[in-house]
């Protein structure tokens, strides 16, 4: 499943890694296994046109990785990739793409 388009728009601070992981949980789902790459460089591109700082998205995705959201993308590898990511959707370089769980649960725990 790739990233919808038009994720929703960071609400509260974006200065606050909390609010960055509320947003996560509001617009991620959860997946069995980890975050797609192609998603986590969607996270981070449309956190980035929020002016959120590249060290508040990686804490913010370390709080969402506490809820349960597994990123196995080093925040650097994000970054450097990030800068050239467009919305386009990108193939998962031939490989099955992982599928969200169809519960309406959030990963773990409460945002």
Known sequence: MAPPIFLGRLSGNSRSPVSVRNWV??????????VPQEWTLAIYAKLRQAYVDTAVIAAGLEL????GYV???????????????????????????????????????SA
Not at 64 to 67: P, V
Not at 77 to 84: C, E, L, W
């Open 25 to 34: 949980a509001q617009n991620v789902p959860c997946f069995d296994g980890p």
């Open 71 to 109: 990123f196995n993308m080093p925040i650097y590898t994000v970054i450097k990739r990030g800068q050239s990511y467009s919305h386009k959707h990108r193939t998962n370089n031939g490989r099955t793409k992982r599928e969200p769980k169809t519960s309406t649960q959030t990963c773990s725990g």
């Open 64 to 67: 969402a990785r506490k809820d």
